[in-house]
């Protein structure tokens, strides 16, 4: 079902999956913080990007590259000449907005008043190392992670000694300078990406996109998102980066409209020429019998906080059980933040409460997706469940203590059936995961 923004934030906040950054000093736009369960959720997409990009592949490796870089790899990247978006200030209220995200971009959103002209605002944040005040210790946050890979090219290849094609993947924080950070996680000045640079022959690159088209479209499905939602666009030359021959956005239907979710991009050899020629090292592909060349780059660049994002939106719904109406979160199991949750049927009878410990820790020598709940009555238990997408509910009742079953609860369905607690690992899918 489609839901509200605003609703999807409370809900967010209120279990425990994200807050707002820095709340207690009153925030800090453009910043998130994960909590417990937000935190779960965000590392199970992770491993689920890892597992099906990476380790299931054999032409893949991994990288961790730093935050802080040599302000030339910015230089040679063309971040520090071309990297702006257009700023627009009212003349009335002094609000700054995106000139190219407004629908009449000579008034005001806010207050109606006149716009001036639009002028360039750089996006990457600058910081400072060092001790000295010259300028000489100016460095930026970056404003993406695949700089790093390609200033690594060479040591990935010496080390490595990979074959051509193979790609290199990393997950890691980026920083941009937003003039105006808004709906919620989609737009923020501290995010985290999931890429890839994928090295192709020159005369190869077709064939390698046509197959990350339809990695990417598995994955998204893997992970939960609604595809009925998702549109593909094929970006038209004049509006491409200036390194792609193409680019083939994935668009999402967000409460606020259709927008960017990832993409998926050509770059050609531009970046490894352009390091090459700055660094004065040579980054050309070595192999026996063959000149050396610049391989090509196929990008599937996923924005991590969007994927979170999408999946909550798309997991989200409202239907009636037993006595009225539920908030439910449909997450696959593979990304909820738990799996299993184990209840005492009350929790002020210790022979209740010592067995479903027992299959709590049963459960979890087989996944460590599985969480303990006595809180509140039963009925709230589910409910609450049910709100953070816990696929299902073990309950440890007296007839648990007399036969050794327990009453499991599916959450999609919430229909319950008695199963025995040495099958509970097949039954609520722990074997195997």
Known sequence: MEVGLDTLVALAKRR???????????GLAGTWDYGPLGALLKHNIV?????????????MVALDSAILMNPRVWEAS???????????????????????????????PECGGALGEPRAFHLMIEAKVGVLDDGSGK???????????????????DTMHPKLPFGVAQVGRAFRNEISPRDFLFRAREFEQMEIEYFVRPDGWEAAFEVWLRTVRSFLERVGIDMERVVEEEIPPQERAHYSSRTVDFNFRYPFGLDELLGLAYRGDYDLR????????????????????FPHVIE??????????????????????????????????????????????????????????????????????VVFDDNGNIGKRYRRQDEIGTPWCVTVDFQSLDDGTVTVRNRDTAEQDRVP?????????????
């Open 16 to 26: 425990g999956f994200i807050f707002p950054g820095s709340e207690l000093y009153g």
């Open 47 to 59: 491993r689920l990007w890892w597992q099906y990009c990476v380790w299931e592949r054999e032409d």
């Open 78 to 108: 063309g971040h520090v000449e071309t990297f702006t978006d257009p700023l627009v200030e009212c003349e009335k209220c002094k609000g700054r907005f995106r000139a190219d995200k407004l629908d009449d971009p000579t008034r005001c």
């Open 139 to 157: 460095v930026f946050l970056r404003p993406e992670t695949a700089q790093g890979i390609f200033v690594n090219f060479k040591n990935i290849v």
């Open 274 to 293: 352009r390091h090459s020629e700055y660094s004065g090292v040579d980054l050309r592909y070595r192999e026996p019998g063959v000149e050396p060349f």
């Open 300 to 369: 599937p660049s996923f924005g991590l906080d969007r994927l979170v994002l999408a999946v909550l939106l798309s997991a989200y719904d409202e239907d009636e059980v037993g006595e009225g109406k539920r908030v439910v979160l449909r997450l696959k199991p593979e990304v909820a933040p738990y799996r299993v949750a184990v209840f005492p049927l009350l929790r002020n009878k210790p022979q209740l409460v010592q067995k479903a410990h027992e299959v709590f820790r049963e459960l979890r020598a087989h996944h460590p997706s």
């Open 421 to 433: 607690i040495d099958e509970l690992p097949e039954a609520v899918g722990l074997v195997g995961s």
